[in-house]
């Protein structure tokens, strides 16, 4: 009778022990999209130019970001990370763009030239001018 019982205990264990062995066997090492801890230091950032375009309407920026991390950044991914753009007028009013960090493997550099749309008649002070990566 204990032997029947030990037998009966012994398989449900097994039975119940499968799923998490199969479980642990998974790897997760597949190319996904969901890139799990991209910082903004994962990034390095060059500004090349900026100021104020032709008749004040736009602030123009060009420049560079390299991924310097050792994984493979995807524009799709869940950290949203972006180039924020600040500029003010005299009278502190801050006017911003934001454009997406492009899909990046490690390593890799990509130039962008954007704008910052200003309202009409506006000056801004370009030494106000900042330009970081951040998470959205």
Known sequence: ?????LFKKTMLLTVLAIPFILMAGCNKNDNTTDNPGFTAADFQLTVITHGQGTGNAYYSVEYTVKNISNKQYDINSTDDLVVKLRVKDNNG?????APLIPTLEPGAIQSN???ISLPSGVTVNS???TAAVEKE
């Not at 009013?93 to 763009?97: Q, S």
């Open 1 to 5: 009778m204990k032997t029947r019982n």
């Open 93 to 97: 009013n801050t006017y911003t763009g």
């Open 113 to 115: 030239r954007t704008t």
């Open 127 to 129: 030494s106000t001018f």
